[in-house]
């Protein structure tokens, strides 16, 4: 249990991630229920939706876990080895959303851009199968790295390679591959848009705008993602003191990340985009 004495300082701070957490978990369970709901009237439910129901899922879970932990910090009942249960929990929770995120973008990386290349020829037509299946087998590889990690926590030996080590290990991985297929995406859009321009459409064609858009948006999205992957490595290599400002502040950028990231795909999903519309009308109507 922590010190009763509470500051402003600390409200201010517990209100700002209860704030992020709400709108991580509704954001996140909107996804779930609407492309779930849909795939259940169609009985079909496309690979891109699958990844995106897994990466939402994953990170409601994670979230979840993560009020939990915090709900742990203040009770006093609740010992160590039940945070560090959670933590568990959490580390393969947070894991599969970060491979759902990567081969997401792996994903539009591969069906959007134009490049004439051997490899991007065959991953075309097989992209939407090969995904699913990689997440499955980015999953399993990283689970089994992780298993000697937590066997040494529960032999009470160093909880540290735990925290540390595994995490951080496959989040490098994770957000390389997603920076070079977000990269490769803002290339070919880029080109794209030089070629419509040539040809006399410029800022006319709503593509070219739409382009844009896009570009925009990914261009957010590697910003939050680096600043989530500076964080994560900060947290992880403990710089900065435990109850120290700088320290908070980095973990506030890791945290907002899958909100920021949520509501990106939220954008950029016309079926999401549409039913937030309709609850949007909805709620102003009744208000």
């Not at 899958?258 to 102003?284: S, Y």
């Amino acid at each position: 249990m922590v010190n009763n004495s509470i500051s402003p300082f600390d409200i201010l701070k517990w209100t700002i991630l209860g704030i992020i957490s709400v709108f991580t978990l509704l954001g996140n369970g909107f996804i779930i229920v609407v492309l779930g709901y849909q795939g259940l009237q169609k009985r079909n439910i496309l690979p891109h939706d699958i990844l995106l129901i897994g990466l939402s899922a994953s990170r409601l879970m994670s979230q979840m876990l993560s009020s939990t932990s915090y709900l742990l910090y203040f009770e006093n009942d609740m010992g160590i080895f039940n945070q560090d249960v959670v933590l568990i929990c959490w580390n393969f929770f947070n894991m599969t959303s970060m491979w759902s995120a990567t081969w997401l973008s792996v994903l539009y990386c591969v069906k959007v851009t134009n490049f004439a290349n051997c490899l991007f020829l065959w991953l075309k037509p097989r992209i939407n199968m090969l995904v699913l299946r990689l997440l499955a087998m980015s999953v399993v590889i990283s689970s089994i790295f992780f298993v000697p990690s937590v066997l040494e926590y529960f032999q009470q030996k160093k909880w540290d390679n735990l925290t540390r080590n595994s995490p951080l290990f496959y989040v490098s991985i994770t957000f390389c591959i997603s920076l070079i297929a977000s990269t490769l995406l803002l290339v070919s859009l880029w080109k794209h848009i030089r070629n419509l321009k040539k040809s006399g459409l410029g800022g006319k064609d709503l593509s070219t705008q739409v382009h844009i858009n896009v570009i925009t948006l990914l261009l957010s999205y590697i910003f939050f993602y680096l600043l989530y992957f500076t964080g994560f490595i900060i947290l992880g290599t403990n710089v900065f003191n435990y109850e120290s400002l700088e320290r908070l502040i980095f973990k506030f950028l890791a945290i907002s990340f899958p909100c920021v990231h949520c509501i990106m795909l939220i954008l950029t999903n016309p079926k999401l985009k549409e039913m937030a519309g309709h609850i949007l009308n909805i709620t102003r109507r009744a208000s």
